[in-house]
């Protein structure tokens, strides 16, 4: 049985390997700016559930020739702060001026996860959830959001900051799945893949 990360995230793949599973990886290049504005009025729960089940479907449908047995996951990351969710900056105005808003105050990392089952090379299962960690952050410095902004790290990651990385330096703490935060909630997707009659240990490198 074969792991499929529908995901391009360096950080999900690492906590993956660290826990013990080496997955195929294959983006699903879903449009996520179209699904959310599907969306309309949705809860931010729902919004990232719904990400992440778009990208393990996309993924799924594109796997059943070559993995004939799999499990597909897709995760998606926002964080719910002030009332509102937010993704990836993706440019240094953006991310400076989010952690003008971020510095000194709370905000929800949410990550939604979707699990396919494949057998026989059809889809056969599926589970969703999200996890919510609240995160405490850290008020630095003008000139250490400079520094941190030009090292380009916060512009491709939800919420503009990373636990794992430099970001780390700017976090107070976490209440909750520190690996959730980081992109992927290992305790949430056992028991994921535990609804679709799959265990953990099963997929455990050998």
């Known amino acids: 049985m074969r792991f499929v990360l529908a995901s391009a995230s360096p950080a999900r793949l690492g906590v993956l390997r660290a826990a013990g599973i080496d997955p195929s990886v294959v983006v699903s290049g879903?449009?996520?700016?179209?699904?959310?504005a599907g969306l309309g009025d949705a809860s931010h729960i729902d919004t990232v559930t719904a990400l992440a089940r778009a990208k393990a479907a996309a993924v799924a449908e594109?796997?059943?020739?070559?993995?004939?047995?799999?499990?597909?996951?897709?995760?998606?990351?926002?964080?719910?702060?002030?009332?509102?969710?937010?993704?990836?900056?993706?440019?240094?105005?953006?991310?400076r001026d989010r952690w003008s808003a971020m510095a000194g105050r709370t905000g929800e990392l949410l990550t939604g996860h979707a699990v396919v089952r494949i057998e026989d090379g059809r889809r056969t299962e599926q589970a969703t959830g999200t996890q919510g960690t609240t995160v405490r952050f850290a008020a630095p410095t003008p000139e250490e959001v400079d520094a941190y902004v030009a090292s380009g790290e916060p512009l491709a990651v939800a919420g503009g900051f990373t636990l794992d990385g430099l970001g780390g330096w700017f976090v107070e703490g976490v209440d909750g799945d520190p690996s959730s935060v980081i992109g992927i909630s290992l305790p949430l997707t056992?028991?994921?893949?535990?609804?679709?009659?799959?265990?953990?240990v099963d997929l455990w490198r050998q």
Not at 30 to 36: F, G, M, R, Y
Not at 190 to 200: C, I, Y
């Open 190 to 200: 056992r028991k994921l893949l535990a609804e679709v009659g799959v265990s953990v």
């Open 62 to 95: 594109t796997v059943t020739t070559t993995h004939t047995d799999a499990v597909v996951v897709g995760c998606d990351s926002m964080l719910s702060i002030g009332g509102e969710l937010v993704g990836k900056p993706g440019d240094p105005a953006t991310a």
């Open 30 to 36: 879903v449009d996520e700016d179209a699904i959310i």
